[in-house]
C-alpha cells in the first residue's frame, strides 16, 4: 500500500525531470544557435539604432561578453514558448476540462505579451533614451565612444525586463484562476500598484522623467486591463460553480 501511495509521486518527480531535461537541452541548442549567428544579429542592431557612431572595445574579453549576450538573450526568447507547453503538459492532467481549456491560452497570450514588450521596449523606448542621451552629450561639447559592451548590457537591462513585465495580465489571470486576487482588492490595491509601477519605471530607466512616463503608461493600461480580465474571470469561474452545483443536484435527483 505504501508503495502504491508513493508511485504517482516519483512519477510526477520522474516526469518533471524529463520535461526539466528537455527545457535545459533546448534552451543550449538556442544558446548556440544565437552564438552561431550573432554577427548578424549585431550587425541588424548596429545598424538599426547605431548607423552613425562607432562602437569601441576597451578590453579583449568584452566582443566575447557581447557574443556570449546575444546567444543567452536568443536562448530566452526562443526557450520560453518551450518552458510554457512543458508546464503545461505537466499541470495538464490535475486539470478539469475547463481549466484546461482556460489555461492553454495562457501559452500564446504569454508569448505575445512577451514579444510585445520587447518590440516596446527596443523600438520605441529604447531609441527614445539614445536620442535623449545623445542630446546632453551634444548640449555638454563631449564627444561620443561607445562602449561595445556597455552598449549592450544597456540595451539589455532597459528591453529585457519590459518583456517580463509586460507579462502582468497573464500573471494577475493565474492568481485569479486560484484564487489568490480578486478584481476587488485589485481596484483598492490600485493606488499602491500604480506608485510601485511609478518607481519600477523610474528604476529600470536613466533618470529621466519622460523616459520613465514611457515606461509607466503602459504598464498602469496592463494594469487596468488586468483588473477587466479579472472580473471577467471571476463571474466566468462563478458560473462553471453554478453548473456544478446543478449538475450534483440533478445527480442526487436520480438516485
Not at 512519477?11 to 552564438?35: A, M, P, Q, Y
Not at 503545461?88 to 497570450?109: C, D, H, M, T
Not at 517580463?164 to 484564487?179: G, N, S, Y
Not at 503602459?218 to 477587466?228: A, D, K, T
Amino acid at each position: 500500500m505504501h508503495g502504491d501511495q508513493e508511485q504517482p509521486v516519483t512519477e510526477h518527480i520522474r516526469e518533471l525531470r524529463s520535461r526539466v531535461i528537455w527545457v535545459v537541452v533546448f534552451f543550449f541548442l538556442t544558446f548556440i544557435l544565437g552564438v552561431v549567428y550573432a554577427k548578424e544579429i549585431f550587425e541588424w542592431i548596429r545598424q538599426d539604432s547605431l548607423q552613425q557612431l562607432p562602437l569601441y572595445t576597451f578590453s579583449p574579453g568584452q566582443a566575447l561578453k557581447v557574443w556570449m549576450q546575444i546567444g543567452f538573450i536568443c536562448a530566452v526568447v526562443l526557450t520560453l514558448p518551450v518552458i510554457l507547453y512543458h508546464t503545461w503538459q505537466f499541470v495538464r492532467p490535475g486539470l478539469k476540462s475547463n481549466e484546461q481549456k482556460s489555461v492553454v491560452l495562457y501559452i500564446p497570450a504569454t508569448v505575445l505579451l512577451f514579444v510585445g514588450g520587447i518590440s516596446f521596449g527596443y523600438f520605441l523606448l529604447f531609441p527614445y533614451l539614445i536620442q535623449f542621451l545623445q542630446g546632453i552629450n551634444k548640449l555638454l561639447g563631449l564627444q561620443e565612444m561607445y562602449n561595445v559592451y556597455e552598449y549592450f548590457s544597456f540595451m539589455v537591462n532597459i528591453v529585457l525586463p519590459l518583456g517580463f513585465l509586460f507579462e502582468l495580465p497573464v500573471i494577475i489571470l493565474f492568481l485569479t484562476r486560484i484564487r489568490l486576487v480578486t478584481p476587488h482588492r485589485l481596484m483598492k490595491l490600485r493606488r499602491f500598484a500604480y506608485l510601485g509601477i511609478v518607481i519600477l519605471s523610474a528604476v529600470i530607466t536613466p533618470p529621466d522623467v519622460i523616459s520613465a512616463i514611457i515606461v509607466a503608461i503602459p504598464l498602469i493600461l496592463l494594469y487596468e486591463l488586468s483588473i477587466v480580465l479579472s472580473h471577467w474571470l471571476t463571474k466566468r469561474m462563478q458560473r462553471e460553480e453554478e453548473v456544478e452545483i446543478e449538475e450534483k443536484e440533478i445527480e442526487e435527483n436520480f438516485r
